[in-house]
């Protein structure tokens, strides 16, 4: 049998229950439609076959090992509905044990062509954030379709905040081939800036220098939301279905994400993927962590107590941006402004400083649209994933398409919330460290359209 999916074909009938099935394998599809009428012809692409297997017989006593049954193997699959993906299966039975035989080798020799997918995986779950019931999600979404996918899943449940963070700069990694979590937008951000601060390590770069550039890890990341806002899962996955995660990271398609290092006068104080505010969400970050307990509602309750309170925050920014106008267009599969980017390369824009002073309501710095359930456009519509940007919004509600920005408050003092975490320094410089490609690779396979 070749290797190569494009000359292979296959074509028997089978029984799925009492249903006759036609199928066949060719072109790297696997078609079924029933032999009696209504026959409805299902395509599907092995690149979303999960995997593939015998079924194991009956056994009469739970004593005896299980025998598998020469007859019949089942294409565990999924399929897409609107933004999410669901695991499905198909059972079929041959009264020829060659015939199941020659399927199930054909099948399984062309999923292991896909070397990209994950075969040793560390998984952090973090059982404090969200609802506090990520190993919950996990045992409930993620264990049984890792097994069924092959993949060897080895789980670290964090036992205090920062610990996912120093157990991935100070210890040997190098029997995994990719890092996942189950948690919120903290959770992550504990990864990548663990993995960032691990090979600057590595690689002997002083973090800490604000005219280094940072290296980028190799290793694919994958989120499984857990959260409360779950902010980055569902700008990557359009979605913060747990399924359709665990799906995106056993298939091992990635995307590049940008990140943003923000530093003080002396040194880097972390990285963001998402967003970077000053003024009322960073109060409302601050405020709601005392209210934990609600679950993601503690946002709606301390954002509307401060919405009523705010009388705006005092500074003063400058900003390193694009003096073309931010153009209206959101980011999709196959985004033309990513595209062009990419082709062009970021360094061709003129970029120049400006500085703006005043009282803000707020002052963002968004990296992706931010959007989440709440929030289905996020507050920066128009930011792009392959494209270098920060987008304002002050007072008068306006976006610049920038690179770097530096803050300085004057008179009362508010915090940053970075990616959902408090920085409590307000005076901070923060670039997009990733001039020459994007620094994290995330397990994907939709964007948000
Ligand atoms: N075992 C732990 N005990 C306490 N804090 C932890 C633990 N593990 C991780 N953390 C910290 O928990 C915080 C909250 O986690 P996370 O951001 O994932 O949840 P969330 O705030 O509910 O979700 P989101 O950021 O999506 O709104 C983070 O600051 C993370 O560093």
């Not at 500074?315 to 082709?343: F, P």
Request: with cysteine; net charge positive; charged share 20%.
């Amino acid at each position: 049998m070749s290797g190569n999916i494009k000359d292979s074909v296959l074509l028997s009938t089978f029984y799925n229950g009492k249903k006759k099935l036609r199928i066949i394998f060719h072109n790297g599809n696997i078609v079924w439609d029933s032999e009696k009428p209504p026959s409805d012809k299902y395509i599907l692409p092995i690149e979303n076959v999960i995997s593939v297997h015998y079924n194991y017989l009956r056994n009469t006593h739970p004593s005896e090992n299980r025998e598998i049954d020469p007859n019949c193997f089942t294409i565990h699959y999924s399929e897409r509905k609107y933004s999410k993906w669901v695991h499905k299966n198909l059972t079929l039975k041959h009264c020829d044990p060659l015939q199941v035989a020659s399927w199930v080798k054909a099948l399984q020799n062309h999923l292991q062509s896909f070397i990209k997918r994950p075969k040793h995986l560390l998984l952090f779950v973090n059982p404090f954030g969200g609802r506090r019931n990520a190993l919950q999600i996990y045992e409930k979404y993620g264990k049984h379709l890792f097994s069924i996918a092959g993949v060897e899943v080895t789980v670290n449940i964090s036992q205090r905040k920062d610990q996912i963070k120093d157990y991935i700069i100070n210890h040997n990694l190098d029997m995994f081939d990719s890092i996942a979590c189950v948690g919120g937008d903290g959770t992550l951000s504990e990864l990548f800036n663990g993995l960032v601060l691990r090979e600057c390590h590595t690689k002997g770069v002083d973090s800490d220098d604000i005219n280094q550039n940072l290296p980028s890890p190799k290793i694919p990341v994958g989120i499984i939301p857990g959260g409360s806002t779950d902010t980055i899962a569902y700008c990557i996955h359009g979605t913060t279905d747990p399924t359709t995660a665990v799906l995106h990271i056993i298939f091992g398609d990635s995307l590049g994400l940008d990140l943003v290092s923000v530093y003080d006068e002396h040194k880097l104080l972390r990285l963001y993927a998402s967003v970077l505010s000053y003024g009322y969400l960073g109060d409302v970050a601050y405020n709601s962590d005392k209210y934990r307990w609600m679950g993601p509602h503690r946002y709606d309750y301390s954002g509307f107590k401060k919405l009523l309170r705010n009388k705006g925050y005092q500074g003063e920014i400058a900003i390193y941006s694009e003096s073309a106008e931010v153009q209206e267009l959101m980011c999709s599969e196959n985004c033309e402004k990513c595209e062009l980017s990419k082709k062009n390369g970021c360094d061709k824009v003129v970029c120049k400083w400006q500085t703006i002073s005043g009282t803000f309501f707020m002052l963002s710095g968004a990296n992706i649209s931010c959007a989440c359930s709440r929030s289905p456009k996020g507050i920066a519509p128009y930011s792009h994933l392959v494209l270098i940007q920060v987008l304002w919004t002050c007072h008068l509600s306006e976006a610049y398409c920038a690179r770097e920005f530096c803050f300085r408050a004057v008179g009362g003092h508010s915090r940053w919330n970075c990616d959902g975490e408090i920085q409590h320094q307000t005076n901070i410089r923060a670039n997009n460290i990733v001039i020459s490609g994007q620094v994290t690779y995330l397990f994907k396979q939709i964007k948000i359209n």
